[in-house]
């Protein structure tokens, strides 16, 4: 693996265990102070921006749609994949609607990092 990819690529990876490990525990510490879709919504948000740089090689100049489509493909897929796992878990279990609260915190996260990205090229 060459230091660009890993350099763009580890800290997605790094993000996605923090996520797995957290999915693994039978009881999240703090879990009942925020609603459970708003946890996933911000935890996929950061997940979606983080794939975003990796997918736009870095740079802001290269956030473009399919940079975007591809990042929100990734995060969505990833919440899917961690639903299954979750189902795994002892008192967790697998919810469509964690994974709609996954999908549109991909999104709004991505919103963001694309406004800002214009906010940016701009100044």
């Given at each position: 693996?060459s230091?660009?990819?890993l350099?763009?690529?580890a800290?997605?990876a790094?993000y996605?265990a923090?996520?797995?490990a957290?999915?693994?525990q039978?009881?999240?510490?703090?879990?009942?102070l925020?609603?459970?879709w708003m946890?996933?919504?911000?935890a996929?948000?950061?997940?979606?921006?983080?794939t975003l740089r990796?997918?736009a090689?870095?740079?802001?100049s290269?956030i473009h749609?399919?940079?975007l489509?591809?990042a929100?493909i990734?995060?969505?897929?990833?919440?899917v994949s961690?639903e299954f796992h979750q189902?795994?878990?002892?008192?967790?279990?697998?919810?469509p609607?964690d994974?709609?609260?996954?999908?549109?915190?991909?999104?709004l996260?991505?919103?963001?990092a694309?406004?800002?990205g214009i906010?940016?090229r701009?100044?």
């Open positions: 693996m230091t660009p990819i350099r763009l690529w800290p997605v790094l996605m923090v996520l797995f957290l999915s693994s039978s009881v999240l510490p703090g879990a009942s925020t609603p459970d946890q996933h919504g911000v996929y948000a950061g997940l979606a921006v983080v990796a997918t090689g870095g740079h802001w290269g749609s399919r940079a489509l591809a929100w990734v995060a969505t897929l990833y919440g961690d189902s795994f878990v002892p008192t967790r279990s697998a919810d609607r994974v709609s609260a996954d999908a549109i915190g991909a999104a996260g991505l919103l963001a694309w406004a800002w906010i940016r701009s100044s």
